[in-house]
Each structure stands twice: as structure tokens, then as C-alpha cells.
């Protein structure tokens, strides 16, 4: 019904950039938070970045000055541009998208995930 994919993860070294992408699909009526999300094993998820239909956005402390959070309401799609890469923000990064569908319900999809290594 709803698909949400993930891309541009991958090998990085330290102090480079990458970019993720995540592009919703389905029967979408309108779109509330997306944003990204990050894994390491043995701990639990947590919040990298959120964007809100109306423009606001939260990062993890531990990222702001580093990753940007930006999104185009029209296509369903969040990126996430992250500079300047540490050793500890490698992950699993997901993608989150909180919508309403079409037939008015309210639902939470995640993205598949994608690895992302930061590693000389």
C-alpha cells in the first residue's frame, strides 16, 4: 500500500559527506513528520533528524552543525545531507514518514534501511 526506499548509503572516510534519500509512494493523502533514524547493534533506535509538514526540524545533539534535514512536501521525499562524518555515526540509517492515507487512516512506515560506514 505504502512504500517508503531508502538510497545513498554506504562507505565513507572520516570528515567526508553523504547523502541519503527517501522517496514515499502509495496511497498517500497527506504527510506529517518524516525524518531519519539510526541503529548500531545492540542498541536501540534513535532519532538522527525529524522535518514536520510545516517546515520545522529537531536533531539528535549529537549531529546538529553536521547532517541537514530537507524535504519536498510535492514528491513524498526527505533527504538527509550529512558532512563531516565521525566513526561513531556509523549505522543502519532508516527513514520515517508519519502520513494519513487515503482512506483517512494514520499510520507510521519505516524505511528499509541503509547501511552507512564511516571508516579509514
Known amino acids: 500500500q505504502v512504500q517508503l526506499v531508502e538510497s545513498g548509503g554506504g562507505l565513507v572516510q572520516p570528515g567526508g559527506s553523504l547523502r541519503l534519500s527517501c522517496a514515499a509512494s502509495g496511497s498517500i493523502f497527506s504527510m506529517y513528520d518524516m525524518g531519519w533514524y539510526r541503529q548500531t547493534p545492540g542498541k536501540e533506535r534513535e532519532l538522527v533528524a525529524v522535518s514536520s509538514s510545516g517546515g520545522l526540524e529537531n536533531y539528535a545533539y549529537s549531529v546538529k552543525g553536521r547532517f541537514t534535514i530537507s524535504r519536498d512536501n510535492a514528491k513524498n521525499t526527505v533527504n538527509l545531507q550529512m558532512n563531516s562524518l565521525k566513526p561513531e555515526d556509523t549505522a543502519v540509517y532508516y527513514c520515517?514518514?508519519?502520513?494519513?492515507?487515503?482512506?483517512?487512516?494514520?499510520?507510521?512506515?519505516w524505511g528499509q534501511g541503509t547501511q552507512v560506514t564511516v571508516s579509514s
Open positions: 520515517k514518514a508519519t502520513m494519513r492515507l487515503s482512506d483517512a487512516t494514520l499510520h507510521h512506515y
